[in-house]
């Protein structure tokens, strides 16, 4: 019977703790008083040794007996803090196998080359496939009928200046062209290049208003003012159009639109990340849904799919993801009642738009009792957990020969 010390007792450190006493092994768990009496309690009716203390401690390590133990997984969610704790390990204990959990998968090879580490895996990542798999078994939706295509779908409103101000510029363009054409004669050419050249101030000389009656020069007047100040609102609402990233929301719907047979990914997180990466990767259309997608994440995804932001469980932002015409949905937030409530919610309007075309759902899910609940009552629902999908491959690298 192996010994094998297990350091972090969070939701995955909890399954390795279960898996690798399912496998026979002795575990000794580490964990610090932030972890919730009811983890605590599991692992140890599963069983484990519990060490309370930081895994980052060399004296706890100690007392957790790291130096005899065959392998060492290191299962926090900090990636500074697993490594380092890894290559203190590798110093004390250079027989003891150390796996650990790392967010940057690219970065693995160097770790295990460089420094011994048996092996450096990201749950998200090896997870992704699994949850790829389950949506696209669903087969491709078909094309919906031309009824379908011209039903009118919520459009996000425009805010009113950005349509007034242009709106009103042309308006004043226009007018000033129909005035100069019958009081100076002019073609309508010249009198759209004279306009043009009041409105933007430009005033070349070669037309003028020194003989026109007063009026006109008095329009002209107003009109020189009046173009100079509307010119500078319009190019500051386009400045604000950009900046805020409203125009990049709105290229991102319009992409979205143009979409048929895609998947909508909602959550951008580690998990929402390494779907979609995998989803683009093997050529299949995909649409992420997230709330706050910050920059860093919508500068990796923005350029292989379209990011919606908005909250999943509203229909107009599926909608926005084009839903009616997707063959599956995808919620994998960190939060179990919210995936379920965006799988019935994208379902509600998939019943409504789809004509009665049935949407494949698959949901990140922590907790296997509800899983089984629902896979029980319904076969269009899949739950997966990505802990449960990693933990077989740590367990395998942690007792590798």
């Not at 069983?47 to 004296?59: C, E, K, L, P, W």
């Not at 003891?96 to 967010?103: D, F, I, K, L, T």
């Not at 349509?163 to 308006?171: E, R, T």
């Amino acid at each position: 019977m192996r010994d094998v010390v297990v350091c972090g007792l969070g939701r995955f450190g909890l399954q390795m703790v279960e898996s690798l006493r399912g496998c026979g092994c002795r575990v000794t768990v580490v964990s610090d008083q932030r972890t919730s009496p009811e983890r605590i309690e599991r692992a140890a009716a599963a069983g484990a040794r519990i060490v309370t203390g930081d895994f980052r401690t060399s004296s706890v390590r100690r007392e957790a007996d790291v130096a005899h133990a065959y392998a060492v997984v290191l299962t926090a969610a900090g990636d500074v803090d697993n490594l380092e704790t890894a290559l203190e390990i590798r110093g004390e204990s250079p027989h003891v196998r150390v796996v650990m959990r790392h967010s940057q998968s690219q970065l693995s090879r160097r770790f295990e080359a460089d420094f011994g580490i048996a092996a450096a895996l990201a749950p998200a990542d090896l997870a992704a496939a699994a949850f790829v798999e389950a949506a696209l078994a669903a087969p491709a939706a078909a094309a919906p009928p031309r009824a379908d295509r011209r039903m009118r779908l919520p459009r996000r409103p425009i805010r009113t200046e950005f349509l007034a101000v242009p709106l009103l510029l042309v308006g004043i363009y226009a007018t000033a062209i129909v005035v100069f054409r019958s009081t100076l004669g002019l073609s309508w050419i010249d009198a759209t290049y004279f306009a043009t050249t009041v409105v933007t101030t430009v005033g070349f000389g070669d037309i003028n208003l020194l003989a026109a009656p007063a009026w006109v020069k008095l329009f002209g007047v107003g009109l020189m003012f009046a173009g100079v100040l509307l010119i500078a609102l319009t190019a500051s609402l386009l400045a604000v159009f950009v900046v805020t990233g409203t125009a990049d929301r709105l290229r991102n719907e319009f992409r979205a639109r143009r979409l048929r047979n895609h998947v909508v990914v909602c959550g951008l997180g580690s998990v929402g990340t390494a779907v979609a990466r995998d989803l683009y990767d093997r050529g299949s259309h995909v649409v992420v849904v997230d709330p706050t997608a910050d920059d860093e994440l919508h500068r990796e995804t923005n350029p292989r799919c379209p990011v919606i932001v908005g909250d999943a469980t509203r229909p107009v932002i599926l909608h926005r993801a084009g839903i009616e015409r997707a063959r599956a949905l995808i919620a994998c937030t960190s939060n179990d009642a919210l995936n379920l409530e965006i799988g019935l919610t994208a379902q509600s309007v998939a019943e409504s738009s789809r004509n009665g075309d049935p949407l494949r759902l698959v949901l990140r899910c922590f907790d296997a009792d509800l899983a089984r609940r629902i896979h029980a009552v319904s076969g269009n629902y899949t739950l997966l957990s990505e802990a449960n999908i990693a933990a077989d491959v740590f367990v395998a690298r942690a007792l590798a020969e």
